[in-house]
């Protein structure tokens, strides 16, 4: 899943320089991300659109728990 883990929060255009793949391949692989909730479109352009993958941040914005 093109390194959310890593980067969470993108353009299209980071997208299309970290996988070097071209633009309609981007917005095809989104665009299905997008179906499956896992990116959320975060802006209203129609290019260079910016997404988020909430349920990462929901994940990373817990307070820590300890198993004792």
């Given at each position: 899943m093109m390194r959310l883990f890593?980067?969470?929060?993108?353009?299209?255009?980071?997208?299309?320089?970290?996988?070097?793949?071209?633009?309609p391949t981007v917005y095809r692989?989104?665009?299905?991300?997008?179906?499956?909730a896992i990116l959320e479109n975060v802006t209203?352009?129609?290019?260079?659109?910016?997404y988020w993958a909430s349920e990462i941040f929901e994940i990373l914005e817990r307070p820590p728990t300890t198993h004792e």
């Amino acid at each position: 899943m093109m390194r959310l883990f890593e980067q969470p929060y993108h353009t299209t255009t980071d997208v299309e320089e970290m996988l070097n793949v071209s633009e309609p391949t981007v917005y095809r692989a989104t665009h299905s991300l997008e179906e499956d909730a896992i990116l959320e479109n975060v802006t209203s352009k129609e290019s260079h659109r910016e997404y988020w993958a909430s349920e990462i941040f929901e994940i990373l914005e817990r307070p820590p728990t300890t198993h004792e």
